[in-house]
Every structure is written in structure tokens, then in C-alpha cells.
């Protein structure tokens, strides 16, 4: 009998060609492009929450306006570091609930799709909105249920912290009992005061995330089964990377 990974990708093959167009990242790109030009330019839908509502005040500075300057990155190619390795586990029913938290725009949504995962059961939550697929929030404090989602995805957003063990906490809230959380952050060899004096402002949190074990850290005792660890090659110190950890819950 095919596992759960196995029959995602069979309906994908079967029945939704166009999420295996979507692994395309000019396609995917496009599609993301298109609805996005729709929904800023036509239905001018971009809301953020410093203008919409009350921030934690974690958050760090300058994240809004670092991100919607990020807004061009459609395809988001980034994320296959964590949505490849998410959608081959067996633990992930085949309509598992998947929450992508600090997409930007709706090319990591696309790419969860591509990757075999239903369309009506991803949802995304951001400081910044334009899609009626992702909600206008913040990771400190989620207007979600306790165990509501099967998966949650913290792609590149955990490093715009200042508390990231709150962040964690509540991430760990909103995923269910054996269910998988994915976080990566940026790796830079970097220091604070080089990415200001070279960008003009912090754009994260004022601590620098600097392994997958500190990652990790942050969830303590509730990490159960580590599925994946990408780190950065000892030849490749010296240049930006990831960082990246798949785990499951333990609760």
C-alpha cells in the first residue's frame, strides 16, 4: 500500500497537473506574479500590521519594511530547502493542515502545492498580506486553535525575533501532537555591524541565530524525531547559506 507521500504525489500526477507545473520555478514565478499584480495593483488588497494593528512588541525592528522591499521575490525558491524534505514524510496525513508562517507572497503556499500538498489545506500567516491565502498575524501570538495544524513552516521568519523561544512556544501551541515544524534561517558570516554598515539598518533581530542546534534549542524538550538538518559545508563559512531543521512535536 502506498504511503501518505507516495499518494500525494500520485493525486498530484493524477489529477492536478498544474501544481506539477508549479515545480517549475519561472512558472511558479509567473502564476505567483500574475495574482500578485492582481491583487496589489488592481484590487489594492496590501495591508500590513503596523497599519492594521498592534505588533508584539518581539518583533524586531525594521522587519516590515526589510520584507515588503522582499515582496519581488515571488517564486521564492528558497523554501524547496524546507518543503522538499516536509513533503516526503510518512507522518503528514495525504490533507494535512500546513501553515506557512512569513511567506511574504504566495510563492511558498505554490511551492507546497507543487509539492503534492492541497491547495484548500495551506494556509499562511504574515505581518504583511495581500493574498486572501495568507493572514494578517503575528507568530508571537496566532489566532489558531491549540493542535490546529498537522505542519507548520517557519521559513526564513524566526531570524525577525527578538524572543524567538516565545515564537517557538506559540508554533508548538498550533501544531498537533506528533505533527512537523520546519524552520530555516540565513546563515552569514557576517557580523551585525558589517550587515548595517552595508545595508543601512538591521534587518533582524538584534541576536544572530548561528546553528541548527540553537534552533532546536529554542523548542527544548518538546523536539522529538529530528527529520532533517541542512547546515553549512566547513568550505562554505565564508559565504550566506541556511540553516535549516525538520522535527516533529512532542507534546
Given at each position: 500500500?502506498?504511503?501518505?507521500?507516495?499518494?500525494?504525489?500520485?493525486?498530484?500526477?493524477?489529477?492536478?497537473?498544474?501544481?506539477?507545473?508549479?515545480?517549475?520555478?519561472?512558472?511558479?514565478?509567473?502564476?505567483?506574479?500574475?495574482?500578485?499584480?492582481?491583487?496589489?495593483?488592481?484590487?489594492?488588497?496590501?495591508?500590513?500590521?503596523?497599519?492594521?494593528?498592534?505588533?508584539?512588541?518581539?518583533?524586531?525592528?525594521?522587519?516590515?519594511?526589510?520584507?515588503?522591499?522582499?515582496?519581488?521575490?515571488?517564486?521564492?525558491?528558497?523554501?524547496?530547502?524546507?518543503?522538499?524534505?516536509?513533503?516526503?514524510?510518512?507522518?503528514l496525513p495525504?490533507?494535512?493542515?500546513?501553515?506557512?508562517?512569513?511567506?511574504?507572497?504566495?510563492?511558498?503556499?505554490?511551492?507546497?502545492a507543487a509539492?503534492?500538498?492541497?491547495?484548500?489545506?495551506?494556509?499562511?500567516?504574515?505581518?504583511?498580506?495581500?493574498?486572501?491565502?495568507?493572514?494578517?498575524?503575528?507568530?508571537?501570538?496566532?489566532?489558531?486553535?491549540?493542535?490546529?495544524?498537522?505542519?507548520?513552516?517557519?521559513?526564513?521568519?524566526?531570524?525577525?525575533?527578538?524572543?524567538?523561544?516565545?515564537?517557538?512556544?506559540?508554533?508548538?501551541?498550533?501544531?498537533?501532537?506528533?505533527?512537523?515544524i520546519a524552520?530555516?534561517?540565513?546563515?552569514?558570516?557576517?557580523?551585525?555591524?558589517?550587515?548595517?554598515?552595508?545595508?543601512?539598518?538591521?534587518?533582524?533581530?538584534?541576536?544572530?541565530?548561528?546553528?541548527?542546534?540553537?534552533?532546536?534549542?529554542?523548542?527544548?524538550?518538546?523536539?522529538?524525531?529530528?527529520?532533517?538538518?541542512?547546515?553549512?559545508?566547513?568550505?562554505?563559512?565564508?559565504?550566506?547559506?541556511?540553516?535549516?531543521?525538520?522535527?516533529?512535536?512532542?507534546?
Open positions: 500500500m502506498p504511503n501518505p507521500s507516495q499518494i500525494r504525489r500520485y493525486k498530484g500526477l493524477a489529477c492536478h497537473t498544474l501544481d506539477q507545473i508549479l515545480l517549475v520555478d519561472l512558472f511558479r514565478y509567473g502564476v505567483v506574479a500574475i495574482r500578485f499584480f492582481w491583487f496589489v495593483k488592481v484590487l489594492k488588497r496590501l495591508r500590513t500590521m503596523a497599519a492594521d494593528g498592534a505588533m508584539d512588541a518581539a518583533v524586531a525592528d525594521n522587519t516590515i519594511a526589510h520584507n515588503l522591499k522582499g515582496l519581488s521575490d515571488l517564486a521564492v525558491n528558497r523554501s524547496h530547502l524546507l518543503v522538499r524534505p516536509l513533503s516526503v514524510i510518512e507522518a495525504v490533507d494535512a493542515r500546513v501553515l506557512s508562517v512569513g511567506p511574504r507572497t504566495e510563492g511558498e503556499l505554490m511551492n507546497l509539492h503534492g500538498f492541497a491547495w484548500p489545506h495551506i494556509y499562511g500567516l504574515d505581518l504583511i498580506s495581500y493574498s486572501p491565502k495568507i493572514q494578517l498575524g503575528d507568530m508571537h501570538s496566532t489566532p489558531y486553535a491549540d493542535s490546529h495544524f498537522d505542519a507548520v513552516v517557519m521559513g526564513w521568519v524566526l531570524a525577525y525575533s527578538e524572543e524567538p523561544t516565545k515564537a517557538a512556544s506559540e508554533m508548538l501551541r498550533i501544531t498537533r501532537p506528533g505533527g512537523i524552520v530555516g534561517v540565513e546563515y552569514s558570516p557576517q557580523s551585525q555591524e558589517q550587515v548595517i554598515a552595508e545595508v543601512g539598518y538591521l534587518p533582524g533581530a538584534k541576536q544572530r541565530i548561528g546553528s541548527c542546534e540553537q534552533i532546536l534549542a529554542f523548542f527544548g524538550s518538546a523536539v522529538d524525531h529530528v527529520y532533517c538538518q541542512h547546515v553549512v559545508a566547513p568550505d562554505a563559512f565564508g559565504s550566506v547559506g541556511a540553516l535549516c531543521v525538520i522535527f516533529s512535536v512532542r507534546k
